[in-house]
């Protein structure tokens, strides 16, 4: 039986009337932005979002694209931690990539559908504050120094606040500053969680390329739909969580903690994956709440 657009439209009515005039986050990493289709679909969700009331931050990465602009620069992209190793050159070439383009195209693609997107690193106004990250311990060797790799200490919400209050889309590079003007490459996921919190974001959403938290980690069905902040450590110790899903779900976790509502791991892959998870009764992916 095919559902009507009308009962489609009543079912997404209470959670309109409950996220009206909320801020939600949304982490966007490059394993989804080289899909067009499935970039095309999550902006428009996005602006959607902008229209009926939620006021919608976006924070992006682009790992896979500095990548490969490093390697046309005949430079090799190196890893301790699952951190880039960034020395001056590298800096300069992430900061092309994410400024120059990256953000460029969201914000380009968010005024194709109507909506008003704006540009921004931690560099305007400062709003982004950082420090060089520690040396890296790595078991059987020496300290790795990271160079240009910072960790977020403080985020000015008062520029984000404007914009979104003007009915802007931020769109944010993960570039950050410290108070000499040193410029920093910062994780995505750790720069969108410290936005949500100084934001008090009501929902933080990390768009990823797997369908959520599996039980079962070979098994696409097994997804688990909704487990609390506390019960992060026993999945790692049980291999629930694990490898490179382990960062997505602490960035979650660390928002939960510190104030934010709820937080989501969906599949970006999939056609309107933000609509599905807001706005009906069922969902999609792996939400994260403090109890």
């Keep these: ?55 919608p ?18 430079k090799k992209a190196e890893f301790v931690g ?41 560099q305007d106004g400062m709003f982004l504050k950082a420090k060089k990250k520690a040396l890296q311990m790595v078991e059987g060797k020496e ?3 990271l160079g240009f790799v910072g960790d977020v200490e403080k985020v000015d919400p008062e520029i984000l606040m404007i914009m979104a209050g003007k009915g802007y889309i931020p769109v944010i590079s993960p ?55 506390s019960d992060f450590g026993r999945l790692v110790a049980e291999g629930i969580i694990k490898g490179g899903m382990i960062p997505k779900v602490e960035a979650c976790v660390s928002v939960v903690r510190s104030g934010v509502e709820k937080a989501h791991i969906i599949d970006g892959r999939k056609h309107h994956a933000i609509l599905l998870e807001l706005l009906t009764t069922e969902g999609i992916g792996t939400m994260i709440s403090r109890s």
């Design 1 to 55: 039986m095919t559902v009507k657009r009308e009962q489609v439209l009543i079912e997404a009515l209470p959670y309109i009337r409950e996220f009206y005039d909320s801020i939600m986050v949304f982490k966007i990493g490059g394993s989804i932005m080289s899909d067009t289709a499935v970039l095309e679909d999550f902006i428009q969700d996005v602006v959607l979002l902008r229209y009926i009331g939620i006021h």
């Design 57 to 74: 931050i976006i924070v992006h990465g682009g790992g896979p694209e500095i990548s490969q602009a490093m390697e046309k620069f005949g």
């Design 175 to 229: 570039i950050a500053t410290d108070d000499q003007g040193n410029n920093f490459n910062v994780n995505a996921d750790t720069a969108a969680g410290a936005v949500a919190i100084a934001m008090r974001a009501k929902k933080f959403f990390s768009i990823t390329d797997v369908e959520g938290v599996r039980m079962n980690p070979d098994d696409p069905a097994s997804v688990i739909s909704e487990f609390p902040a």
């Design 143 to 145: 300290p790795v120094d």
């Design 82 to 122: 699952g951190l880039r190793v960034t020395d001056r050159e590298t800096l300069s070439i992430a900061r092309m990539v994410l400024l120059g383009h990256i953000n460029a195209e969201l914000v380009n693609l968010i005024g194709k559908h109507g909506g008003k997107g704006i540009g921004l690193s931690g």
